[in-house]
């Protein structure tokens, strides 16, 4: 695995952003900070590695920022501009191609950042503001959540759409799809998550969701929700100051991640084979998890306020 092999600590990056406008590079086996950046005009609201391990996207307030992680150079190297809200949510496409993003300015973009004018190629408009973005693993669709509780089903390749409200008053806050493509799942700022079985369409059809459960999850919000890479698992995190793990194949609960102080729990990543979970919380720490006892193995101390987001990669490209 990852966290405690030495030889392979080159291949793993952790990176953790948040209230006090840096970003810090850690070495998972130890927890110590190897490096901080700073993200000077605003708070930091999601991060995300490129495929090859060679870039770090943050996003803030009106700004996407492309920095370098194999340089030392603590500055950008591209400022993504024109959105004129928070910047909410980041990924990419499987082999780095482009970048897509989620903002409170009610749109979701496709950006070419190999460019050398970083403008979007593709926005897609909503009636509300983005909350989070989910790129299936068919790298053809875009699942967008925004806060009037709609989920957007957004195909690359035609531009169709289909929207998906599983409850009328209650924000959907984040959105993931298992890496098999079998399930989606959603939570909302009420606490509860909901599960759809997807099913592939045929001839360039768009996916097919089926409402297939939904549950109480968390006592407050809920705040992210991620499926493990090995799609058994879905990990939810909340305002409730906990992260709890679910088996997908019931969706029971198999582990609660709770510690004194840790307040809300905002972003969450599993290691590549699934046996461990990063989280960030409002205490300012980021803590690692074993997800089979339940346990906190190490915490990541520097943040001086609120850890809201974290990216983690350890598969070497």
């Not at 930091?44 to 920022?65: C, F, M, W």
């Not at 150079?73 to 910047?87: L, M, S």
């Not at 903002?103 to 950006?111: L, Q, T």
Request: net charge negative; proline share 4%.
């Amino acid at each position: 695995m990852v966290v405690d092999s030495s030889n392979e600590n080159d291949q793993i990056i952790l990176a953790t952003g948040g209230y006090d406008h840096t970003i810090k590079i850690w070495q998972t086996h130890t927890g110590i900070c190897q490096r901080t950046m700073q993200h000077a005009d605003s708070q930091v609201n999601a991060l995300e590695i490129t495929p090859d391990k060679q870039s770090l996207a943050a996003t803030g307030y009106q700004h996407i920022r492309m920095y370098d992680l194999a340089s030392s150079n603590p500055n950008p190297i591209v400022n993504y501009e024109g959105i004129t809200k928070n910047v909410t949510g980041v990924g990419f496409q499987e082999d780095g191609k482009w970048m897509y993003t989620g903002s409170e300015d009610h749109s979701a973009r496709i950006w070419d950042y190999r460019s050398k004018t970083p403008q979007a190629a593709k926005i897609f408009q909503t009636s509300a503001p983005v909350t989070s973005v989910c790129l299936h693993p068919n790298q053809v669709e875009l699942l967008v959540g925004d806060q009037s509780g709609v989920i957007h089903l957004w195909d690359l390749k035609t531009d169709h759409n289909e929207q998906f409200i599983p409850e009328g008053d209650a924000a959907i806050l984040d959105v993931d799809v298992d890496p098999e493509g079998t399930h989606m799942a959603a939570v909302n700022n009420k606490g509860r998550c909901y599960i759809w079985s997807l099913t592939f369409g045929r001839d360039g059809e768009p996916t097919k969701m089926n409402p297939k459960h939904k549950f109480n999850a968390h006592k407050k919000a809920a705040l992210k929700c991620k499926f493990s890479p090995d799609s058994t698992l879905l990990v939810t995190t909340s305002a409730d100051q906990t992260a709890k793990i679910w088996k997908t194949c019931d969706f029971s609960l198999l582990q609660e991640l709770k510690h004194e102080n840790q307040r809300w729990v905002w972003d969450v990543a599993f290691s590549s084979d699934s046996q461990y979970i990063f989280t960030a919380s409002s205490d300012g720490y980021a803590k690692l998890w074993n997800v089979k006892t339940g346990s906190m193995e190490r915490e990541y101390a520097g943040h001086q306020k609120a850890v809201i987001a974290l990216a983690f990669r350890d598969i070497a490209p």
